[in-house]
């Protein structure tokens, strides 16, 4: 079992950064994800990691401007969000997958976060 508990989300302007955290108890040698959710739209991939941490990957629509990153020794997974837009607002998830590596497909996570809010003005 895992519980996963995201903080770090905001109301910002658009142009600037927020890093979101995703603590993890429980078992927590697991392949991670963001995802996130806009009002409705359905929920998409954002990033992901493997468990150990190598080949973090992105979505085409963030790629360049969000990294997602961990630090095994503290049980976190951070999303990291530089030059935010206006279609970024959405609430964001955290997301644990059984086994090393990650994917991008919603329905291989087994754990997911209760999810925080991302608000982006113009």
């Known amino acids: 079992q895992v519980q996963l508990v995201e903080s770090g989300g905001g109301l910002v302007q658009a142009g600037a950064s927020l890093r979101l955290s995703c603590a993890a108890s429980g078992r927590t040698f697991y392949a991670m994800g963001w995802f996130r959710q806009a009002p409705g739209k359905e929920r998409e991939f954002v990033a992901a990691i493997s468990a150990s941490g190598r080949s973090p990957y992105t979505a085409e629509s963030v790629k360049g401007r969000f990294t997602i990153s961990r630090d095994n020794a503290k049980n976190t997974v951070y999303l990291q969000m530089n030059s935010l837009k206006p279609e970024d607002t959405a609430v964001y998830y955290c997301?644990?997958?059984?086994?090393?590596?990650?994917?991008?497909?919603?329905?291989?996570?087994?754990?997911w976060g209760q999810g925080t809010q991302v608000t982006v003005s113009s």
């Open positions: 997301a644990a997958k059984s086994g090393l590596y990650s994917s991008a497909q919603l329905g291989e996570y087994d754990y």
